[in-house]
């Protein structure tokens, strides 16, 4: 049997960078946190956000990786729309699966 770490590094992966602008008035580094608090998406697909943000030009930068088998579209970038109140709009940067 294979032990879980080694079966995790064996895993395909998809790397996506976004970035996210927040509504007027809402603090960036706060609303990233309460996103990575917020979206973790299902338990098998192991979504694992940056522990930092970089941001620029008001806008929030970062990336997290998931596994490949997951639509990373549902899991994080719908629900990013649903918090409307936070967030003006966000766009996919770059993604590349990594194995």
């Known amino acids: 049997m294979m032990s879980e770490k080694a079966e995790e590094s064996t895993e395909e ?13 809402v603090d960036a580094v706060a609303l990233y946190a309460k ?5 973790t998406s299902q338990p098998e697909y192991k979504l694992k956000w940056d522990d930092e943000c970089k ?9 997290f990786s998931i596994s490949s088998e997951a639509d990373f ?3 994080v970038m719908e629900v990013l729309e649903m918090m409307e109140d936070e967030v003006d709009r966000q766009e996919i940067i770059f993604q590349c699966v990594m194995e």
């Not at 030009?57 to 970062?62: K, N, P």
Request: hydrophobic share 40%.
């Open 13 to 25: 992966r998809r790397m996506v960078a976004i970035a996210v602008r927040p509504c007027e008035g």
């Open 35 to 39: 996103i990575k608090a917020e979206i």
């Open 55 to 63: 941001i620029e030009d008001g806008r929030i930068r970062v990336s």
């Open 73 to 75: 579209d549902e899991e």
